[in-house]
């Protein structure tokens, strides 16, 4: 948590027993219905724009709602008589001209104290059309260094009452970025491409990171001249650890909800999927076969597990039910597929498959069958992974020269890149951090 108190409480904005709004945006499934939002003017007063923090914090939930394919926001410029309102609530709300300009939503930010130094914002959200309030909160103590982590608040509020979840604006993204040979660290970044840092600094190349689902820490197998390991960085401590198994191969660690990690080690001519305890020690097997089992990822229950495994001969991906032990394949198509990740509601496994134009990413529809293409390159696209609304998916791609993170959806659709510096940036995994640095 940032050192001032940034309280989000409910406000009552109009006259006790108003109705909330009722809008829905259906994001899972194909076809997903557009949605057009205004911003009006943030207000000090009636008709007085704000011209320090407020217009700062436009931009910021400007910045955020780009990233959301189904949202479209309304030029000011459409809008007959200007964004600069005499209310920011009912009955001084002219909705009308919004309404004509085609928004669906209008969002107000009203300043009571003036938007400078450590005030309070009071953000609001409207349909126009009917004029029902989807939401209203009020952030208090914020300051100019605030702003961002506001902007980030009010979103995923917002997306959270639109859609039922506003995990993307909660989230934050690990990846690894790569400086040299065999030089490669861990980096975390917000997935709008803020709060961008280094996390590890250890000679060798960290590959694949993964989040606990209490937003502790972060595995991944690092690899030096001598030796495979676990790394495991504490995100409490800031201290990083490095864990050595016999046989010196350590691949893909992944974390189940109960905060255990499943990685592949070696046993004998393949690697098995073990699951470790809580302190990395190894526990029971998860699978084990007569072939290459890798790269195990886990829906929400932990009671489904995708996997790669070469069983049939070039990779190929599969999913078991750790209840039953039954095992089937999920890739139908295609002669080499791999970096399978699980959405977390279990319905959709997204995975690479390299093609004759690259390496492209595919979901695969685990109750239809349905197999469908999400990106097309140009490059090649790898590593895909699901954020925990089971709607967006970050991959790694070379499409803009330099290997960078993008994003996409379940559906496909044209990818945004994540900002992350200089460097070649590899392995997104999604993570729901505990509040605070």
Request: hydrophobic residues 40%; contains cysteine; glycine residues 12%.
């Amino acid at each position: 948590m940032k050192r001032y108190l940034l309280l989000a409480a409910l406000l009552v904005f109009a006259a006790a027993g108003a109705a909330q709004a009722a809008m829905r945006v259906d994001i899972m499934n194909p076809g997903q219905n557009i949605v057009n939002l205004a911003l009006a003017s943030p207000l000090t007063g009636p008709g007085q724009a704000a011209g320090g923090m407020g217009g700062q914090l436009q931009n910021y939930i400007q910045q955020n709602l780009s990233f959301l394919p189904f949202m479209r926001l309304t030029d000011p410029k459409a809008v007959l008589g200007g964004t600069v309102l005499d209310g920011w609530e009912p009955p001084n709300l002219d909705l009308k001209r919004f309404q004509l300009a085609g928004s669906d939503i209008l969002v107000t930010s009203y300043w009571p104290n003036g938007d400078s130094g450590s005030k309070s914002v009071q953000i609001r959200a409207f349909e126009t059309n009917t004029g029902g309030r989807l939401f209203g909160k009020e952030y208090s103590g914020v300051n100019s260094g605030d702003l961002a982590e506001v902007a980030d608040r009010f979103c995923a509020d917002l997306l959270e009452v639109l859609t039922g979840s506003g995990d993307f604006f909660r989230s934050t993204l690990a990846f690894v970025k790569k400086t040299g040979k065999m030089a490669a660290n861990v980096w975390i970044v917000k997935p709008t491409g803020r709060d961008l840092r280094q996390v590890t600094n250890m000679p060798g190349e960290a590959l694949s990171p993964s989040w606990s689902p209490d937003g502790r820490f972060v595995v991944f197998s690092h690899i030096d001249p001598k030796s495979h390991a676990l790394g495991v960085w504490d995100r409490s401590t800031g201290r990083v650890q490095r864990i050595r198994f016999p046989g010196n191969v350590v691949i893909g660690p992944s974390f189940m909800p109960d905060n255990k990690v499943a990685v592949a080690l070696s046993h004998g001519q393949y690697p098995v999927i073990y699951l470790l305890n809580r302190v990395f020690q190894k526990e029971r097997v998860l699978e084990q076969h007569n072939s290459i089992n890798v790269s195990p990822t886990f829906d929400r229950t932990g009671t489904k597990m995708a996997f790669t495994s070469s069983r049939l001969g070039g990779p190929q991906i599969f999913l078991k039910d750790l209840n039953s032990g039954a095992t089937q394949r999920v890739s139908m198509n295609g002669s080499y597929n791999t970096e399978a990740n699980l959405a977390p509601d279990g319905t959709l496994v997204v995975f690479s498959r390299m093609t004759d134009y690259g390496n492209r990413i595919f979901v695969q529809d685990l109750l239809t069958g349905a197999e469908r293409q999400i990106t097309f390159g140009p490059g090649s696209d790898e590593q895909p992974s699901f954020c925990a609304d089971s709607y967006f998916i970050a991959f790694s791609s070379s499409r803009g020269g330099s290997r960078g993170i993008y994003l996409t959806t379940r559906h496909g659709g044209d990818a945004k890149q994540v900002p992350t510096g200089g460097g070649q940036a590899f392995f997104p995994r999604w993570g729901m951090p505990a509040k605070g640095k």
